[in-house]
């Protein structure tokens, strides 16, 4: 049985992993004024937030297109290989939508389609679970299955560390972001089917360790996360902070992938964001 697995940019998952499991990678757009870049092809994360920060307005990401997905599933299609095309979640973006109308252009019943519900690293981990059920030997609809069954166990916890690109966003008003800043408020985050929702305010970078932590004693489930992801912005030094207390709390010595947070999540979301997923209860 051969098969490539096509993920999208907005999932951030780390080049190593992708070549690990031979994946494909379609990049979204982002439009900075007049300026058009491939996410991760022509412009890396640091040099992505080194424009925002500088940016007087924000960029905007554009979904892979029909084309593009086209173009990526025939290649496959005309290798003999079957397609499994994991997307980030269709409530947050119109590319599943963009899969979907290429699969329906191409008449082919093997190329697969996997909303994944989720965003960032939330997609990466669901890819990674379903490319490990096919290297273990299970069918795709078996693997693909397990993945549909899994998602919504997928937590994403995150924080911001500015509220001024949620503003820019209009994802909070001005006035509460002048005074969120102002008291150095910190937004706990997570994600539903595709969805962020906020589920905590702390005031500090050192209260939102401790929300992460009180927060996974009462949710992950240690013996169906096998392996977990931390992400960030141009956060690196905190990230590893994060790993340090992940092993410290929990005994946890399983792997734990790092990834930086491309222009997806980025662009909102901004530098110093962090993040972990692990399996849920």
């Known amino acids: 049985m051969a ?46 937030y080194d424009k925002l920060k500088v940016a007087k307005e924000l960029p905007k990401t554009s979904q892979v297109t029909p084309d593009a997905f086209i173009n990526a599933f025939k290649k496959e299609l005309d290798r003999d290989h079957d397609v499994i095309c994991i997307t980030i979640g269709s409530q ?34 669901l890819a990674i679970l379903i ?28 924080s911001v560390d500015t509220l001024v690109y949620l503003k820019k966003g ?37 209260k939102v360790m401790e929300f992460f932590m009180n927060h996974m004693k009462e949710n992950i489930d240690l013996e169906a996360t096998e392996f977990m992801a931390i992400a960030h912005a141009c956060n690196e030094k905190v990230a590893k902070k994060l790993e340090t207390r992940i092993r410290e709390n929990f005994n946890f010595d399983g792997e734990i992938i790092f ?5 997806t999540i980025g662009t909102h979301a901004g530098p110093g964001t962090i993040s972990v997923f692990y399996i849920k209860k």
């Open 259 to 263: 990834s930086e947070i491309g222009a």
């Open 170 to 206: 209009g994802r909070i008003k001005a006035s509460s972001a002048v005074i969120g800043e102002i008291l150095n408020i910190k937004p706990i985050l997570t994600v539903d089917k595709g969805i962020t929702q906020t589920i905590g305010k702390v005031r500090g970078r050192n």
């Open 3 to 48: 098969y490539t697995i096509i993920v999208d940019s907005s999932c951030d998952l780390p080049k190593e992993v992708l070549e690990k499991y031979n994946m494909v990678m379609l990049p979204l757009g982002i439009n900075f004024e007049d300026e058009v870049y491939a996410d991760k092809v022509d412009i890396t994360p640091t040099e992505f």
């Open 131 to 158: 490319a490990e059920q096919l290297e273990a030997g299970k069918s795709i609809g078996e693997a693909i299955g397990y993945g549909e069954n899994v998602r919504g166990s997928i937590e994403h916890l995150f």
């Open 92 to 125: 947050a973006s119109g590319t599943f939508q963009s899969a979907t109308i290429a699969k329906s252009e191409l008449e082919s019943d093997r190329i697969h389609l996997v909303d994944s519900e989720g965003l960032c690293m939330g997609t990466g981990m």
